[in-house]
């Protein structure tokens, strides 16, 4: 148990800060018990059966409603599939049968059978399956809940500071848990992809994962959570405390409405080098609006995640709507439409990819979509015939050598040729960008920036490549961080190579939107960054307070660090000089 300060490092979730006290909810609480019945009790077992499928439906039902208004339909498919497990005729028919067979109760039956199918998914070498365990133990947790006599869910609002803490929740819990207003969840496992995350992060909920540590917090602790650092601290100092409600204060939700207030966007250093700075998105969401007022461009738009909840691709017309109401929306400023990067661990159902041994090194971004050449040319000709609407740039993911920037470019000329073809027009000038992300295209990046309009240094990507320490496993984030010098040099050697060939340059990692890195990243040269709507206020304040001259000279003596901490140490020591 822990008793004393104790911070962790684990690995962000959904992006925000949370600060209140822990409720530890221990998921396997829910005990089936074997009984054995009588033929005349078999009717009754499977009317309760029945009774807890309908419950359940209603209770999918409410949750899909409530996340179509409140998130919107992308994330209404998540409570779409779980219906369609709850309502399987065919397995209710199986467990009524089995029921009636070996004359044991409903709860027990019910749960034999959905463990056996689940063993077999977890076995299952397909990604896609492997995550269909998570809908189907959210939803019999909810049918055995209510076969157990758990009629009802509470409703009851918690504290305002509660942080829920366990192993995992459901996307249908943390919906629930933020109706009853928790601030926050730390978890013990979690990546930014699953369907937990993306409800989380539709509603900008923080949630950080810690790996199995969660277990060691008592109830009732105090706790802060930083779910964009995937950071926690148990039992807090009075000043970690005070820190933390001002950085929350700086990046919570409010920092997005204050957004408003920003008179000059770019901002520019004293020395009037203007800095673009951007947004990452991957879903319409509440702060879209502000965004487009404000003229803030988007420097990322992980288009995946329109779709990753679909249960089949999405066909050309569907995606060029999608794509058009982006650009028509941000019709003020630019969107940087990042061609699908699948594979790995964000799969979509439908997609024919074969199961990898070691996906994180295999078929993944641009690489997955010259393999289906079809399905990356259906991308690529709505997101032209999109960008007659606004000003749309195509970013291409994961680009590891020349030759499938080439292949990649082809591709795009071969659907220009068609759309000319079939008279339909397109932005002729569009630019296509290349995201430095795996250590071999920073290397390279001369020869690529001669070919791309321009870099987006994907940091978080570029990380967990360069350290081989995968960016979702807690047991190796102390490895896993952009401060390394590693890391920092490849940066520094894709900016060179950006302005050595006059090639607009943007940091689009979680770092972009760090105070600490901004002068470090201005000083080695790059010309823009995008970042989580929460850090736009922050970031362009302090653009206005740094001269790009002076800058320059912090590159030299940080890359020639040999750790985080002395990086680190480096780049505090000049933000004080800033700030006093
Ligand atoms: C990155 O890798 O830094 C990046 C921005 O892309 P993503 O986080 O979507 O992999
Ligand atoms: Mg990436």
Redo the contacts with the bound molecule.
């Keep these: 148990m822990i008793t004393r300060r104790k911070a962790f490092r684990g690995v962000p979730v959904s992006s925000g800060i949370a600060l209140g006290y822990a409720r530890i909810i221990h998921a396997d609480s829910l005990r089936v018990d074997e009984i054995t019945i009588t033929v005349s009790r078999v009717k009754a077992e499977v009317a309760a059966l029945e009774r807890a499928i309908a419950n359940t439906v209603k209770e999918l039902e409410a949750l899909r409603n409530s996340a179509g208004r409140k998130i919107g339909s992308s994330v209404v498919k998540i409570f779409d599939a779980q219906l369609l497990i709850a309502n399987d005729r065919d397995f209710i028919e199986h467990v009524r049968d089995q029921i009636l067979l070996r004359k044991r109760n409903a709860g027990f039956v019910y749960n034999s059978l959905v463990r056996k199918t689940t063993l077999q998914l977890k076995n299952s070498p397909d990604q896609y399956m492997r995550q269909m365990v998570q809908d189907i133990e959210a939803v019999s947790h909810r049918v055995l809940s209510y076969l157990g006599g758990n009629q009802t869910q509470s409703t009851v609002p918690l504290p305002r500071d509660t942080i829920v803490v366990g192993q995992s929740f459901s996307p249908g819990e943390v919906m629930r848990y933020r109706q009853r207003k928790v601030s926050g969840f730390l978890v013990g496992k979690g990546g930014?992809t699953s369907h937990t995350a993306l409800i989380a992060r539709s509603l900008m909920v923080p949630v950080a994962a810690i790996g199995d540590s969660w277990t060691d917090i008592p109830d009732g602790s105090r706790v802060i959570v930083d779910g964009t650092k995937g950071t926690a601290i148990i039992n807090p100092t009075d000043t970690d405390w005070a820190d933390y409600q001002k950085l929350r204060k700086r990046q919570g939700p409010a920092a997005i409405t204050r957004i408003k207030k920003l008179r000059k966007i770019p901002p520019r250093t004293t020395d009037g080098i203007e800095v673009r700075i951007a947004v990452?998105l991957e879903f319409p969401g509440p702060a879209d609006e502000i965004l487009s007022v404000q003229k803030i461009p988007v420097g990322?738009y992980?288009t995946e995640f329109l779709y990753l909840e679909s249960d089949s691709f999405p066909d050309e017309e569907e995606q060029c709507e999608y794509y058009r109401r982006i650009a028509e929306k941000f019709v003020g400023s630019n969107v940087v439409l990042r061609t699908f990067?699948l594979g790995s661990d964000k799969m979509l159902s439908g997609l024919p990819i074969p199961p990898e041994n070691n996906p994180a090194l295999g078929c993944r971004g641009v690489r997955c979509m010259l393999e289906m050449p079809d399905i990356f040319k259906t991308q690529i000709r709505a997101i032209l015939r999109a960008s007659i609407h606004g000003n749309i740039q195509i970013l291409l993911?994961m680009i590891s050598d020349l030759s499938e920037l080439k292949k990649a470019r082809r591709l795009i000329s071969l659907a220009m040729f068609e759309l000319r073809k079939q008279a339909l027009p397109f932005d002729e000038d569009i630019q296509v960008g290349v995201?430095i992300?795996v250590p071999s295209a920073a290397l390279t990046a001369d020869s690529l920036a001669r070919s791309a309009d321009f870099f987006s240094i994907?940091?978080?990507?570029?990380t967990q490549y360069t350290m081989s320490a995968d960016r979702a496993n807690t047991r190796v984030s102390r490895l896993y961080s952009p401060y390394q010098p590693a890391v920092l040099q490849l940066v520094n050697m894709a900016v060179r190579a950006a302005r050595k060939h006059g090639v607009p340059v943007d940091v689009?990692?979680?770092v972009a939107g760090d105070p600490l890195a901004l002068p470090l990243l201005v000083g080695m040269g790059v010309t823009g960054l995008s970042m989580n709507p929460s850090r736009i206020l922050d970031v362009c304040r302090l653009v206005q307070k740094i001269d790009s001259q002076l800058v320059r000279h912090l590159v030299g003596p940080v890359l020639a660090s040999n750790s985080v901490a002395a990086v680190k140490r480096k780049l505090q020591s000049f933000r004080n000089a800033l700030e006093n």
């Design positions: 930014t990452n990322l992980r990067d993911p995201m992300e994907g940091t978080n990507d570029l689009c990692g979680e």
